[in-house]
């Protein structure tokens, strides 16, 4: 994974390109786009999904994950970053449209903290962000956010392709905040801190236009239970 981190950015960011190819993106497109309606939850910008179950501070009520996911899990598994213990079992997907993103937040004490994310459909750039109040961010259960302190400096950006998987560790993960402006394009500039990773061919200042961008965001919740089914007894 060594050749993967990505530098110049606190610990730990990995970044692969091409991490699935073009027919598992479709896929995973297509798998998405068909679900049933109401595995869809709409917030206020934009539309998830929850696979495995429904994160919660009280835990997690297992559910299984379908095998289509679970050969991306497997993947992602095998960079060894993972062990028995930690095993991915919960997919977050959320659905942008262009012109929207996701406000900058940290994901919190529910989760193993090494987050993965697999982007789909569209390029975008992910923001890092220092909080003098990091705790007023934490993703609650539902993504609705807690607003406290709105004083965020930004200081490292990352230009996601599509097809890239993105995994953060450490303080990247337990102090950056991370978010997704509300724009229809992004700007290349050479503060991208993955330039040097990146497959595709970009010119500083090039304007990359959104298209729908479908991420799933593959982490581990520790604490889960199996629905007891009372009734059955
Ligand atoms: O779509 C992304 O890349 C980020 C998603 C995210 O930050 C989250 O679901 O917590």
Redesign the pocket.
């Known amino acids: 994974m060594e050749a993967y981190k990505v530098l110049g950015v606190p610990d730990t960011i990995y970044y692969i390109s091409n991490f699935i190819t073009r027919d598992e993106e479709i896929e995973i497109i297509s798998k998405v786009n068909n679900a049933p309606k109401p595995k869809w939850t709409q917030l206020s910008n934009r539309r ?1 999904q929850n696979w495995g179950g429904v994160p919660h501070p009280n835990g997690m009520i297992a559910e299984a994950v379908p095998q289509w996911l679970r050969n991306y899990m497997d993947k992602i598994e095998m960079t060894g970053l993972f062990s028995d213990k930690t095993k991915l079992n919960h997919v ?1 997907v ?1 659905e ?1 449209t262009p012109g929207q993103g ?1 406000m900058p ?1 940290l ?1 919190g004490p529910l989760f193993y903290p090494t ?1 993965t ?1 697999i ?1 789909c459909g569209s390029d ?1 750039v ?1 923001n890092f962000y220092c909080s003098r109040d990091s705790s007023s961010h934490i ?1 609650s259960e539902n ?1 609705k956010f807690e607003n406290g302190d709105h004083k965020l400096n930004k200081q490292y950006s990352l230009l ?1 392709e599509r097809r890239s998987l ?1 995994i953060l560790q450490d303080d990247m993960y337990k102090k950056y905040l ?3 402006d509300e724009v229809d394009s992004d700007v290349v500039t050479d503060s991208i801190a993955n330039l040097k990773q990146i497959d595709g061919q970009y010119a500083i200042g090039q304007k990359l236009i959104r298209d729908i ?1 479908i ?1 799933l ?1 593959i982490r581990h919740v520790p604490k889960t239970s199996k629905l007891k089914l009372n009734f059955l007894r």
């Open positions: 998830l977050l959320n942008y996701i937040h994901d987050v994310t982007s975008t992910l993703h993504n996601l993105l991370h978010g997704i961008r991420s965001t």
